[in-house]
């Protein structure tokens, strides 16, 4: 089955500067790749996704990549926030939204003043 | 929209009770998927129905874990003999799984503590 692996389990940037989150996965049919954001308590909040048919997708000051050939994908967030900190979790799914996700185990992102 | 809903939102239960989690999806949405959250597991797919049917359930523990959706506007996922560690947020998501309507929606999660 599919793998996903998320390469930082914490990352901390200063506010205002780019944050940097990247996942890998193992299945080539894997063609969904959304992220989901977690705050202290509270549950997965779905912030922005790629399907396989484009290569990056921008949503304000987020931005997903995706390179097919390696297998990676990666969530960019530009000008930091303090509202930002949270768990962020990449995840994978064969088909487009109406299948299983199979999600990286999260990185902690720290926004410091 | 009131998003996902999930009742309980905590329970503890005693070592080998049942225990009974429900699951209302965003009214219109025909998938519906359980997922568990653990610290040492991470998340977890267990199962999913699109429009009532039950499609995957590649991730439950067989013996002791079963769902239902016993019509479109609810779901239910039953642990019986509940064991440690069963110990975990579970999370329900919907979907409204058309074309690229596809994103899930989770819901708050109920948080099970077997003792």
């Known amino acids: 089955g599919e793998k996903v692996e998320q390469h930082e389990s914490t990352l901390s940037v200063r506010e205002g500067d780019s944050a940097v989150i990247n996942c890998t996965y193992t299945?080539?049919?894997?063609?969904?790749f959304p992220w989901y954001k977690q705050e202290a308590g509270k549950s997965l909040h779905f912030v922005i996704d790629?399907?396989?048919?484009?290569d990056r997708k921008q949503s304000q000051r987020l931005i997903v990549l995706l390179d097919k050939k390696a297998k990676r994908f990666s969530l960019h967030i530009t000008a930091t926030q303090p509202e930002d900190s949270a768990i962020y979790f990449c995840?994978?799914?064969?088909?487009?939204?109406?299948?299983?996700?199979?999600f990286g185990k999260g990185t902690q992102l720290i926004i410091q003043p | 929209n009131a998003g996902v809903i999930q009742t309980p939102r905590h329970k503890v239960t005693g070592k080998g009770q049942e225990a009974t989690l429900w699951c209302e999806p965003i009214?219109?949405?025909?998938?519906v998927f359980w997922y568990r959250q653990t610290i040492v597991q991470g998340l977890e797919f267990l199962t999913y129905?699109?429009?009532?049917?039950?499609?995957?359930d590649s991730g439950m523990p067989k013996e002791r874990f079963s769902a239902q959706m016993p019509n479109q506007s609810h779901s239910t996922l039953k642990i019986q003999s509940t064991q440690p560690q069963d110990s975990a947020v579970y999370l329900c998501?919907?979907?409204?799984?058309?074309?690229?309507?596809?994103?899930?929606?989770f819901g708050p999660g109920t948080r099970l503590l077997v003792l």
């Open positions: 998501a919907s979907s409204l799984a058309l074309g690229d309507q596809d994103t899930q929606y």
């Open positions: 299945d080539t049919a894997s063609s969904y």
């Open positions: 790629i399907r396989s048919n484009v």
């Open positions: 995840a994978a799914s064969y088909t487009e939204g109406a299948d299983r996700l199979t």
């Open positions: 009214s219109g949405h025909s998938a």
């Open positions: 129905f699109r429009n009532q049917a039950p499609i995957d």
